[in-house]
């Protein structure tokens, strides 16, 4: 790419800012302060963890672009961010290639252990038995991560998998500095982790002791496992020295996943899900994820609405937002499951003709009561814990990543001899019809438990284009709040007209059918909250929503923020 002169970026920056009025967004948006985005023009990367993106951009600085990055900060996100980067966990990522102009998602969601039943995680009397059901190694679904980042690089990548993996072997291998938020993390996991010897020893350095910030963690184990795959590739962790452990390990505590398990896991190549709002195309991730489609199902209600004039996080914007969030919630509760095993009408959910269906049932001045809002019929019309990273290069590929082990270290437990961190993904099916999974969502027969099946996710890794280019690359952690949390990302910067910095510090909010609750943020104005409440809608206050990791790209500059609701996210450019 042709470097720009130092007084060319400083006009377009001088420019950016003036076209996007940021002193008059400060008053009108309820935006505390102008939050500047990261420029760069050469690459750039945004992950949750500092150490992980300075591998990113260590190896676009090598020349590797933008699949050989992300894969990079996959295997380094699995030795520095361990409540969420992961070998033993799934994911969905979505691959822009900018010579070809198109497009690929990739789905190493986790699989169903052959040995699944519906009725697994019931007691004797038809309840769901909450810790088999998400604390144990029946929770534990088939891992992806490996086979996905990969696979990735093997059909996308320019550089080989020891130049790729190398810098999280030497992470695991010499150690990293502990930061106060991983040393508060482990102090607060300390049940999960230590009731399993295996991470006992990794996470913590005597049976009485944490670790401090500013110690360094090395992780002995998880280095071997990533030097087995540095030399047989995905060989070593399905079939090879990785997969013998992990099935010993499996064995001896009693989990559901065998050899044949290992040996038959394979990543999907979809089509993205596609929709348009305003002058923009959307591109997100399929089923078995439930982002995409309802990010696109949410987006065509509101387009119908003047948001922009409502103005940002106004009572009369929030209302019309969580009315639309309610319904296509509903929906998620019936429709949405595994396509390889249910019928998914996901072209009728994102439909226009659908969304008007459903903007009709919005009452601009009374909230709907969620007990009265049933999952739509979607005709076939034609036309928690998690972590997100995006990565850009100069040549207009972008990577748009979101992987997990579910719950914050998923399982608690780290297969023997291994260091890996083993997911408890199988807590994402419905244990049965009805039930309410951790994360207060109800599921449905389509999200019913079956060999071989993909529990349905909300992860949403998501490309927005302009005029046929990437023009915004994010996504989001947070369990059921992930699909709202992005879906705000992209109002705030088409319809408020943030920059990508202000659109990923404003506040937060999030209604997902049941509970018939309004979450929001801490800093929600008190005079917003009362005219809701005059509305009907039932208002709690939540924890920080999200970790959006993002990059804008206006007129070939790369403008990059790392949401601030983690301490060690961190978005670099070059």
């Known amino acids: 790419m042709t470097h720009l002169s130092p007084i060319t970026v400083f006009f377009f920056i001088l420019s950016f800012f003036i076209c996007n009025s940021a002193i008059t967004q400060s008053a009108i948006h309820g935006v505390n302060a102008i939050h500047h985005p990261i420029l760069a023009y050469d690459g750039m990367v945004a992950t949750q963890h500092h150490e992980a993106s300075k591998v990113g951009i260590e190896i676009l600085k090598k020349g590797g672009n933008a699949i050989d990055a992300a894969v990079a900060v996959g295997f380094s996100l699995a030795v520095v961010l361990p409540r969420a980067g992961n070998l033993g966990g799934g994911g969905f990522m979505l691959v822009h290639l900018a010579e070809e102009e198109k497009t ?29 059901f998400n604390q144990s190694y029946h929770s534990v ?12 690089l093997e059909d996308y990548g320019t550089l080989t998998l020891e130049e790729v993996i190398a810098p999280a072997i030497r992470l695991a291998k010499e150690g990293f500095v502990i930061t106060h938020d991983l040393e508060k993390i482990l102090i607060k996991y300390e049940n999960r982790l230590r009731k399993c010897p295996n991470a006992s020893k990794i996470f913590y350095p005597s049976p009485n002791t944490f670790y401090k910030m500013g110690d360094l963690l090395i992780q002995k184990d998880l280095a071997w496992s990533l030097e087995q795959i540095s030399r047989e590739g995905k060989e070593a962790f399905y079939k090879g020295a990785i997969a013998k452990k992990l099935v010993a390990d499996m064995k001896n505590n009693g989990g559901l996943i065998n050899k044949k398990d290992l040996k038959k896991y394979q990543v999907t190549k979809v089509k993205p899900i596609l929709g348009t709002y305003r002058d923009y195309e959307i591109q997100s991730m399929p089923p078995p994820s439930s982002g995409g489609v309802h990010l696109i199902q949410i987006l065509n209600i509101l387009e119908d609405y003047d948001l922009k004039n409502m103005g940002h996080n106004t009572a009369e914007c929030i209302h019309h937002m969580v009315e639309a969030m309610r319904l296509a919630y509903a929906d998620r509760s019936k429709h949405l499951g595994d396509p390889a095993f ?15 269906l459903l903007r009709n049932k919005i009452n601009a001045d009374v909230a709907n009561k969620s007990e009265d809002i049933l999952a739509g019929e979607p005709k076939d019309f ?13 040549k207009g590929n972008v990577v748009s990543n979101t992987y997990t082990l579910n719950f914050s270290f998923g399982s608690g437990y780290v297969a023997k001899g291994t260091g890996i961190l083993l997911n408890n993904e199988m807590g994402d099916f419905a244990a049965k019809p009805g039930a309410i999974d951790a994360y207060g969502l109800v599921g449905g027969k389509a999200n019913a438990v079956e060999a071989g099946k993909r529990p349905l996710s909300s992860m949403t890794p998501t490309i927005v ?14 369990g059921s709040r992930i699909i709202t949390t992005v879906l705000q990302t992209i109002l705030n910067t088409i319809d408020h007209g943030m920059n990508v910095s202000d ?32 509305k009907g809608h039932n208002l709690e206050v939540r924890a920080a929503m999200g970790s959006t990791q993002s990059i804008m790209i206006v007129d070939g500059i790369f403008l990059g923020a790392s949401d601030p609701r983690r301490p060690d996210a961190k978005c670099i450019g070059f």
């Not at 034609?382 to 100069?394: G, I, K, L, Q």
């Open 141 to 152: 679904g088939v891992p992806g991560s490996v086979a996905g980042l990969i696979g990735a």
């Open 342 to 356: 249910v019928e998914v009408p996901a072209q009728g959910i994102i439909s226009k003709e659908y969304a008007k």
């Open 465 to 478: 284009l302009k005029d046929g280019k990437p023009y915004l690359i994010t996504g989001s952690p947070g």
């Open 503 to 534: 659109a990923s510090h404003a506040i937060r909010i999030h209604h997902q059918w049941y509970p018939d609750v309004l979450f929001h943020e801490a800093a929600l104005n008190a005079d917003t909250k009362n005219l809701l409440k005059n």
């Open 382 to 394: 034609e036309s928690e814990e998690t972590t997100h990273f995006s990565v850009a290069d100069n």
């Open 104 to 132: 690929i998602a990739l789905n190493y969601r986790e699989i169903a252990p052959f040995k699944s039943k519906q009725d697994m995680y019931l007691d004797k009397n038809g309840e769901v038995d909450v810790d088999l």
